[in-house]
């Protein structure tokens, strides 16, 4: 691991706190080339998943990273090759849902893997095909919003029952979207930014809440973004990272705070990238992979930024 740069100060959300320098660190590149990746944190271990590599053909391939080592390890493949792929995680266990094949058709599986075992299991199909979705795990229930169907972006939001392997319709979200972000914080599932056909980029931010069956409105994000990743710190802040726009890749990184309903810059992105993943662990938040241009670009990047505790 070596130091990059001090990349500036990092605010805490909005409200008088005081500015706390942050650096970005880049870490070992990871073994692949990809973009259009799903990633997930297991413990000490981050697992990437499927993507483009770059002769642009769809991969299969998932990638283990260990935290304490700064070292990368290939793991038994996904039973298929998907791009735009979503990816939660439960009780130790990584599930891997929806996504491209072929390129550009929308898919409705469903994957768990073991890390125990280095065994995939195949599960029950999600009722609707899409890719560029979001996915992220509440009390024994994995939740998928959002994706891409056909060049339409959805509103669709479906729950599958760990324990039952049934799933269900859930109410829609407000805003039709694709390539956004999800995370999970304060029992609520939490999706941001997204894109649209014919619409662009946007700033929108909601929530669902399983208890109250309902999604609730947050204040607009700052940047608007597409392609993007979100990763929920330990203390329940979210930060959001990536996307590309007409001008390039995305180098702007959010942090939002779901007690002061506040949003807040940290420092940009050192290698600006869209189709990546972000994945928290602790304050640490990690940026993976993705592409540093917009449309087909690959890197093996891999930068970590510790986020200043919350002064609240």
Known sequence: ??????????????????????????????????????????????????????????????ERYDLRADRWARVRSLPAAVNHAAAAVHDGQLYVVGGYADGNRPTKGLFRYDPRRDRWTRLRS?????????????????????????GRALRTLEIYDLRSGRWNQGPPMRVAREHL????????????????????????????????????????????????AAAALSDGRIVIAGGEEAAGTIREVELYDPRRRTWSRLPDMPTPRHGLG???????????????????????????????????
């Open 181 to 228: 972000g999800g995370a999970v914080s304060g029992n609520a599932f939490f999706v941001l930014a997204g894109r649209a056909a014919g619409a662009g980029n946007m700033t929108v931010a909601e929530r669902y809440v399983p208890s109250r069956n309902r999604w609730e409105r947050l204040p607009d994000m700052t940047k608007s973004r597409g392609g993007t």
């Open 126 to 150: 999600m009722p609707t095909a899409r890719a560029a979705l979001t996915a992220g795990v509440i009390g024994g229930r994995l939740y998928a919003a959002g994706g891409a169907a056909n």
């Open 278 to 312: 972000v994945v928290a662990n602790g304050r640490d938040v990690y940026t993976i992979e993705g592409g540093p241009q917009p449309a087909f670009h690959f890197s093996r990047t891999i930068e970590r930024l510790t986020v200043a505790a919350s002064d609240g």
């Open 1 to 62: 691991m070596r130091r990059l740069l001090l990349v500036g100060a990092a605010l805490l959300a909005g409200c008088g706190g005081e500015a706390s320098a942050a650096e970005w660190l880049t870490l070992k590149p990871a073994i692949l080339e990809r973009t259009e990746v799903a990633a997930a944190r297991i413990g000490t271990t981050i697992y990437v998943v499927g993507g483009f590599l770059p002769d642009r053909s769809t991969t299969a391939a998932v």
